[in-house]
């Protein structure tokens, strides 16, 4: 979940141009908005369905389902449905492609024959993928999120999405499979078959720090794009959708990334294992339980924000029912900025609090009486 853009004031001066109905930049490391346009608009992603495919088979690779190195045969009957449909491998009945091969393919020349290629070397049927893609979907909290095909070629309007879902999974990809990400994101050429192709990408390499995703493009979807860059420790993800030429898309893009960077300092406000405060306990063996940081709590705030605009506060609903236990998340610390959320972090107990024995209740109960 996201929390709400810095300011008001920070979202007119975004370099994206009003010709571009959608547009998202989050800093995925804290979580927090940095700019929104229309970020809950449904839209047609084309491909950049081919990260939620890439996602998909990341976790299979990581539970063992799927192997890099296992080839898949290439049948006659894809390449006659697929070869040269839209952005292509070019795989022909025959060939051998790994895994490992095939996500290149995706990520790097968009191929929708590779993306059809790992569906079905996954899972042996296009339908048990895209249920499997639905439910990943779901899991991350991409509630207005649904996908028809594995690689957004044109469905009659069964796959959608919004900005805000994409970041959720371009924040997952980058955090939950790093070096997968790394491994297949960001390269800028494929040879298959001693044909070389060039990735579309157009903040990898450009932009200091970029590393992917993926560009979208349909009559109907407009052109859209997907993308990350992390420098100095902050990730940011940014989406860009329905944009009128692939050019206006680019530039936006970049100065995007750029802007987020050089408009906003990232801030410590505390470190993790601090203690920030404490909650209220019912039904505890004791009154109150301290609330600690699980890690460092940091914000990007625009350049030149006075303290004195600041807000920090501790939310939780309470009092918490014990027994607790320690770690467990249950408070929440927010920062504000004149009034508006900037962004939220979970607050976890820093030690277990048992249930009351009965005259301990009872004690409880006569003190919060006379209190």
Request: glycine share 10%; aromatic share 8%; no cysteine.
């Amino acid at each position: 979940m996201f929390a709400a853009p810095a300011t008001a004031a920070s979202q007119t001066a975004a370099p994206v141009p009003d010709e571009i109905p959608i547009a998202l930049l989050v800093d995925a490391t804290s979580g927090q908005v940095l700019f929104a346009r229309e970020p809950d608009r449904r839209f047609v992603p084309a491909s950049v369905t081919k990260v939620m495919t890439a996602y998909t088979a990341f976790e299979l690779v990581e539970d063992g389902t799927l192997r890099l190195d296992m080839p898949f045969l290439y049948t006659q009957e894809l390449e006659d449905e697929w070869y040269n449909e839209g952005s292509n491998m070019f795989l022909l009945a025959g060939e051998r492609p790994t895994i490992a091969q095939l996500l290149l393919g995706i990520t790097t020349v968009s191929g929708n024959d590779a993306s059809v290629a790992i569906a079905e070397a996954a899972t042996g049927s296009l339908d048990d993928w895209l249920a499997l893609m639905n439910r990943n979907a779901r899991a991350l909290g991409m509630r207005d999120t649904h996908f028809g095909s594995p690689n957004g070629f044109p469905d009659g309007g069964r796959t959608y999405t919004t900005a805000y879902d994409l970041a959720l999974l371009g924040q997952a990809i980058t955090q939950r499979h790093p070096g997968l990400y790394r491994r297949f994101f960001g390269h800028r050429l494929l040879t298959w078959r001693n044909l070389t192709q060039g990735n579309h990408d157009p903040v990898t390499g450009r932009v200091e720090g970029a590393d992917g995703m993926k560009t979208g493009y349909t009559n109907e979807a407009g052109f859209t794009f997907l993308g990350s860059a992390e420098r100095g420790g902050r990730r940011l993800i940014e989406v860009i959708a329905g944009a009128p030429t692939d050019r206006s898309r680019d530039i936006a893009a970049r100065a995007l990334l750029e802007w987020g960077f050089d408009a906003f300092e990232r801030k410590t406000l505390a470190e993790g294992e601090t203690v920030v405060g404490k909650a209220a306990v019912q039904d505890g063996d004791r009154a109150e339980v301290g609330l600690r940081l699980p890690r460092d709590f940091a914000v990007a705030l625009p350049q030149g924000t006075e303290v004195s605009r600041w807000r920090t506060e501790i939310v939780y609903r309470g009092p918490v029912v014990a027994p607790i236990a320690q770690g467990d998340t249950i408070a929440r610390i927010r920062l504000t900025i004149d009034g508006e959320v900037v962004v939220e972090a979970p607050l976890e107990a820093a030690e277990s609090v048992d249930r009351a024995n009965l005259f301990e209740r009872i004690g409880n109960g006569i003190s919060g009486w006379l209190t």
